[in-house]
């Protein structure tokens, strides 16, 4: 069973970059889709962004152009730039596989990422 390590996270600015990784215990390359999604306070969790074995990537409108979605399968890892930073970013951010529209279980732990104003 494939597990998955969040990394990457912290505190920063508004307007500030951070990025993310996500780190696959087993091989990646055999997974078709991988993406990233997030749960701030009193939320539910929600899609960030997604991308395919081929490269091709999906983002929720409010990151669109703000936030970039990559992977290395050598690497086994998934990774998350994030560009343009506003409060409403603040949230812990989680990897995931997914299948058929939707994440899969397990999930990692998830890292926070904290944006002030």
């Known amino acids: 069973q494939v597990q998955l390590v969040e990394s990457g996270g912290g505190l920063v600015q508004a307007g500030g970059s951070l990025r993310l990784s996500c780190a696959a215990s087993g091989t990646m390359s055999s997974i078709n889709v991988m993406g990233w999604y997030r749960q701030a306070p009193g939320k539910q969790r929600e899609f960030v962004a997604q991308?395919?074995?081929?490269?091709?990537?999906k983002y929720v409108d409010s990151v669109k152009v703000r936030f970039t979605i990559s992977r290395d399968n050598a690497k086994n890892t998934v990774y998350l730039q994030m560009n343009s930073l506003k409060p409403e970013d603040t949230a812990v951010y989680y990897c995931a596989r997914i299948r058929f529209g939707a994440p899969l279980a397990p999930w990692g732990q998830g890292t926070q990422v904290t944006v002030s104003s």
């Open positions: 991308i395919t074995i081929g490269g091709s990537t």
